[in-house]
């Protein structure tokens, strides 16, 4: 089941049946649908993947899905799954134009790739982008995925593959000889 995280200003949890109207909206606003999949899609197409959510994601338990929620007011999505483009897990995230500039979208990547690497114990991440969704590939330059390869896709156009693997210096420094969590000191 899609577990709830928190981060600093969003809020991460499974879609509500409630949700359908933004999460068509969000869709269906090409500034955001251009980079996801295969781009933008029908109004009813939008309205049949949110139906899939609970009928096939949550109901089968296949992968978390999260409605990306900010003062309560829902303002992007979140997944991690399994792809067999990378033969891995691979984080998607969308966020609404007008949450965009603030960090949010960082935030937001972090906080699934924190969740891959903590709850599913993997041991890369990936993330798969379109080549001209400059954003996307410079956040996550700056939050540590590396590119991997490019994908031509069947009309041509190419998708960067790019992973992340876990920080091992600073987990290892913050571990005692038993890995176990170091306590401070007290006199």
């Not at 980079?35 to 089968?60: C, H, N």
């Not at 929620?69 to 979140?78: E, I, M, S, Y």
Request: charged share 25%; net charge negative.
């Amino acid at each position: 089941m899609t577990p709830t995280l928190r981060t600093e200003r969003l809020l991460l949890e499974p879609y509500v049946p409630e949700d359908e109207e933004g999460f068509v909206a969000l869709f269906q606003d090409t500034r955001v649908s251009r980079w996801m999949g295969d781009g933008p899609s029908s109004e009813a197409e939008d309205r049949a993947l949110f139906g899939r959510i609970f009928t096939k994601v949550y109901a089968q338990d296949l992968f978390d899905v999260w409605a990306v929620r900010r003062d309560g007011f829902l303002v992007g999505h979140a997944e991690i799954k399994p792809t067999d483009v990378v033969a891995g897990h691979e984080i998607v995230y969308a966020l609404a134009p007008t949450a965009w500039g603030s960090g949010l979208g960082t935030e937001l990547a972090e906080a699934i790739v924190a969740h891959g690497f903590g709850t599913l114990g993997l041991a890369e991440v990936f993330a798969t982008v379109a080549a001209p969704n400059e954003a996307s590939l410079t956040l996550l330059g700056r939050i540590g995925f590396e590119h991997v390869r490019d994908v031509e896709e069947d009309d041509g156009s190419i998708t960067r593959v790019l992973v992340r693997r876990p920080p091992v210096a600073a987990e290892s420094s913050a571990l005692d000889v038993e890995n176990r969590p170091v306590q401070p000191l007290h006199p």
